[in-house]
């Protein structure tokens, strides 16, 4: 009897679980079972956690599919016990006690690094944290410059924002030394350098395609190209 594992898609910042929707009408129309998770975007660790805990609660194998800072859950997450395979998309790939400000450091900055903007939150029993968000009009040229203007509009004014303490903890693990990982640059990425997501990708040991032109939002673009590696990714785990 064969397991066919469960694709759980984490996605990344200023982006929220909608951003897979073509990516997932993709796998289902193949019969792949698909979980599009609500990432927190509050911290690596608990992040991570929480997407470990979503993993957890599924019976039976699953690939964890993660998109920009997605790419860092997934790695410490993916230490998991049902977890057979890693794909990052467009994603950040840490090692174990590397901070996504240290891997970013490697390589020049992308333009995303000077037009975010910051906003204070409340934190219970603590001083305020920061968050960030991309400011809305460069939103479409760094996020997402290969898809419809309509399009881009409502996602530059729905961005889910990000808390600063992800650039600067480090990862507690890193899955894709002892799980196979596949990995899908965005030739033309303006938010994360894909000279970034190269490195991980080579350094991981993934198997990788590149899409020249393709933008960070790449899951939106391009979805068949991205649900494809996943597929690949699938059927190379599948028991």
Do not use: C
């Amino acid at each position: 009897m064969t397991t066919t594992p469960t694709v759980v898609l984490v996605h990344g910042a200023f982006a929220d679980a909608s951003s897979w929707s073509g990516v997932v009408t993709e796998l289902r129309s193949r019969g792949i079972p698909v979980v599009a998770a609500a990432n927190p975007l509050r911290g690596l660790a608990s992040d991570a956690a929480y997407i470990a805990a979503v993993a957890s609660r599924i019976d039976g194998p699953v690939v964890l599919v993660g998109h920009s800072y997605g790419g860092a859950l997934i790695t410490v997450a993916g230490t998991a016990e049902n977890v057979v395979g890693l794909v990052y998309v467009a994603a950040y790939v840490p090692d174990e006690g590397e901070s996504l400000g240290e891997l970013q450091g490697r390589f020049p900055l992308s333009p995303l690094v000077s037009n975010l903007r910051e906003g204070g939150y409340p934190v219970a029993g603590e001083e305020s944290a920061i968050e960030v968000t991309i400011a809305a009009e460069k939103f479409p040229e760094i996020f997402a410059a290969d898809v419809p203007a309509d399009v881009t509009e409502v996602l530059a004014v729905s961005q889910r924002p990000l808390s600063t303490t992800v650039f600067t903890e480090a990862a507690a693990a890193a899955a894709w030394r002892t799980k196979p990982s596949w990995a899908l640059v965005a030739g033309a990425d303006q938010a994360i350098n894909p000279d970034v997501e190269r490195f991980g990708a080579e350094r991981a040991g993934a198997t990788t395609v590149e899409l020249d032109g393709a933008s960070h939002a790449v899951a939106v673009s391009r979805p068949k190209e991205v649900a494809g590696l996943i597929v690949d990714a699938v059927t190379a785990t599948t028991a």
